[in-house]
């Protein structure tokens, strides 16, 4: 992802320097990430590291694309072609509310982490949870009105709003947390019901 002519390319050592992020970021968390920590662990000078990323937000996010993309990988494994719309939606949330819960508190802080653009807040889950809620328009399970990505937004809310209070609170148990997140979620699916 190095910077060449004003346009980002591929290395190796691009892919090294983000491997080595994800793994201390997810591992000891955001503080533990820095410029110096990483130059330190590859041996190599601030400029190798500003040759390719603009700064240390830049690499934070990206470590946050990796949280999500495993974090929706392992939530899809669990949908079943054959279930109605409802009862994929409402398991890919689970999966994913229950990943995050098993996870330490640093990958739940990147499942958080987005970034906004001229279109909005851009996270993954809010990518594959406004895609899932275009399938169910397609298949004329969900209102054709509905706001996919509105709805997704809403749900990432809740799944990331409740995941922090767990992380941060341990009277408050995982089956309270789920049962709340479950009760906004009929909400929102009640909503996009036809």
Known sequence: MAFSKGKRIEDETSERIVDLAVNIGCREGADALTVTRLCRELSCDRR??????????????????RCNEELMAKAKGALNPQASFEKNFITLI??????????????QYYTALYKVTDKGVKNEILQELAALIEEGK?????????????????????????????????????QEGLDTLLYGIEAISSYMRK
Request: aromatic content about 16%; cysteine-free.
């Open 94 to 107: 689970k999966a994913a509310f229950t990943y995050i819960y098993e996870k330490n508190s640093y990958f």
């Open 48 to 65: 190798v590291i500003y040759n390719r990323f603009r700064d240390i937000d830049e690499i934070n996010l990206i470590v946050a694309q």
């Open 138 to 174: 397609a298949t004329g399970d969900v209102r054709v009105e509905t706001d996919s990505y509105m709805a997704a937004q809403n749900v990432w809310l809740l799944m990331t709003g409740i995941g922090t209070i767990l992380a941060t609170n341990i009277d408050y148990k995982y």
